[in-house]
Nanobody, 119 residues
C-alpha cells in the first residue's frame, strides 16, 4: 500500500526557514525512481496550487513565481524521500503543504503538513 507522509511543518517567523520532507512507502525502488514528485500548497479559501516539481531525471520546474529563489525541491531516492527547502518565508507562504507522486495517470497524495509564517 503506497503512502506519502509529509513532515517538517510548523510555525516560523517571517524571514525564517523550514525544510519539509515527504517520505514514501509501498513502492519498489525501481518504481519510485520513475515517479515525478510534486509539492502543492493550499491556503484557507484558496484553491490548491502546484508549487514545484522534480521529475525522475532530477529536472525541476517551479510553478509559482513568488517562490523562485526561495524554495528548492530535491529528492533522495535511496531514502524514498523528497524535500522542500523553504527560505525567506513570508506570511503569504502560510498554507497546508502537500506532497504528490505521479507516474502517468497514477497519482498519490500525502495528508499535508501545516506551515504558518507569522510573527
Amino acid at each position: 500500500q503506497v503512502q506519502l507522509v509529509e513532515s517538517g511543518g510548523g510555525l516560523v517567523q517571517p524571514g525564517g526557514s523550514l525544510r519539509l520532507s515527504c517520505a514514501a512507502s509501498g513502492f519498489t525502488f525501481r518504481m519510485y525512481v520513475m515517479y515525478t514528485m510534486m509539492w502543492y500548497r493550499q491556503a484557507p479559501g484558496v484553491e490548491r496550487e502546484l508549487v514545484t516539481t522534480i521529475d525522475s531525471n532530477g529536472g525541476i520546474t517551479n510553478s509559482v513565481a513568488s517562490v523562485k529563489g526561495r524554495f528548492t525541491i530535491s529528492r533522495d531516492n535511496a531514502k524514498y524521500t523528497v524535500y522542500l527547502q523553504m527560505t525567506s518565508l513570508k506570511p503569504e507562504d502560510t498554507a497546508v503543504y502537500y506532497c504528490k507522486a505521479c507516474l502517468y495517470s497514477t497519482c498519490y497524495w500525502g495528508q499535508g503538513t501545516q506551515v504558518t509564517v507569522s510573527s
